[in-house]
Nanobody, 120 residues
Framework: QAQLVESGGGLVQPGGSLRLSCKAQ???????????MGWFRQAPGKERELVAF???????SYSDSVKDRFTVSSDSSRKTVNLYMNNLKAEDTAVYFC???????????WGQGTQVTVSS
């Protein structure tokens, strides 16, 4: 069974930067390369929401709240999907989850979540 392992969360001051990384374990490279993938987040008392996503054709989409501040990328050779977050704001505080959806498969993989706290 494939597993997603996230890293890179933590406490950062407003205006700071963080990089989140998600590595797919026990997933063959060709499956990862053919997947759509991205990041979601869930703040206390709120529903999980899309942050950034990469479609199988390479198209990227971002929520309006993070556009121009966050960048999502993937590295098939390392089977990782990263989220670069700049100019962080208090409202970015949430648990961030990575998500990988293999093309044509019925499974949908989620990471365990990593906490990002933006506070002075």
């Amino acid at each position: 069974q494939a597993q997603l392992v996230e890293s890179g969360g933590g406490l950062v001051q407003p205006g700071g930067s963080l990089r989140l990384s998600c590595k797919a374990q026990r997933m063959i490279t060709s499956t990862f390369s053919a997947s759509s993938m991205g990041w979601f987040r869930q703040a206390p008392g709120k529903e999980r929401e899309l942050v950034a996503f990469i479609e199988t054709n390479g198209d990227r989409s971002y929520s309006d709240s993070v556009k121009d501040r966050f960048t999502v990328s993937s590295d098939s050779s390392r089977k990782t999907v990263n989220l670069y977050m700049n100019n962080l704001k208090a409202e970015d505080t949430a648990v961030y989850f990575c998500n990988v959806r293999p093309f044509g498969a019925s499974v949908n993989y989620w990471g365990q979540g990593t906490q990002v706290t933006v506070s002075s």
